[in-house]
């Protein structure tokens, strides 16, 4: 019994975890350059006591739960923006965050009164040879990310990846932090900047509410399941004081 208690607790804090995922990841639906997160836990296989990585779809013994970002693409909202950017492909815009290289795929950009070119919350985007500067009407900025202001260059807008993306942690909304200092930067093979346009979230909305009922099922379940062991063990200790 004391087996099924511990399951009954550790099903239900997984289950509020995982609730927790599915609510952030429809409260940035709309949140551009926003990548959902998925659920995944380890657990303890019943036959070879064996540890492996499940999805929460599979049955065993729940040890501990952490999540995985889905980075595929979101579709490209056009605005007609000069400063709006999104990437086709592979590859993150890189952007300074208290001294540190972040990297997104938002590009819903702007300029600050010093004429840099900044995130909406102001946090400098990176060009190859840094902060990048535009003054000027005519604002051109090809596919591979060259910046011309009145037909003059100015700077091309880095674009990077990473070989293995899990080393990438969620730091607020659309930004990513590198986590392992020994993955290093690389260039995308193929990408493409369209200029004009921005990439929306990749939330399948549909999707993450029926996640969400699922999971409202399942919290309901382990809480009549934490019921029943409660009144047994109450039942229990009555009986040992006759």
Do not use: H
Not at 17 to 35: D, F, H, Q, S
Not at 76 to 105: A, H
Not at 106 to 116: A, I, M, P, S, V
Not at 202 to 230: C, G, H, P, W
């Amino acid at each position: 019994m004391l087996k099924g208690i511990y399951r009954t607790i550790t099903g239900k804090a997984v289950t509020e975890r995982r609730m927790e995922i599915v609510a952030n990841n429809i409260a940035n639906c709309l949140t551009a350059g926003y990548k959902n997160s998925r659920p995944v836990f380890k657990l303890i296989d019943d036959v070879n006591g064996s540890e492996a990585d499940k999805t929460l779809a599979q049955k065993g013994s729940i040890y501990t739960l952490s999540s995985f970002i889905n980075f595929t693409e979101g579709v490209l909202v056009e605005t007609g923006n000069n400063l709006d950017l999104g990437i086709q492909g592979d590859g993150f815009f890189v952007v300074m965050v208290k001294g540190k290289n972040m990297y997104t795929r938002d590009g819903q950009f702007t300029l600050n009164n010093e004429k840099k070119l900044v995130t909406l919350d102001g946090n400098p985007v990176m060009g190859e040879g840094g902060e990048i500067t535009i003054d000027g009407a005519d604002i051109k900025i090809e596919s591979d990310g060259t910046i011309y202001v009145d037909k003059k260059f100015v700077d091309k807008i880095r674009v990077v990846t990473f070989e293995d993306k899990s080393v990438l942690k969620n730091y607020g909304r659309s930004l990513f932090v590198n986590t392992d200092e020994r993955a290093k930067e690389t260039i995308p093979e193929n990408y493409g900047v369209k200029q004009g346009s921005y990439e929306a979230s990749n939330v399948d909305v549909i999707k993450e509410m029926v996640e969400m009922m699922s999971t409202l099922r399942a919290y309901e379940s382990y809480t009549k399941v934490d019921q029943f062991f409660s009144e047994m063990m109450e039942k229990l200790i009555n009986l040992g004081r006759m």
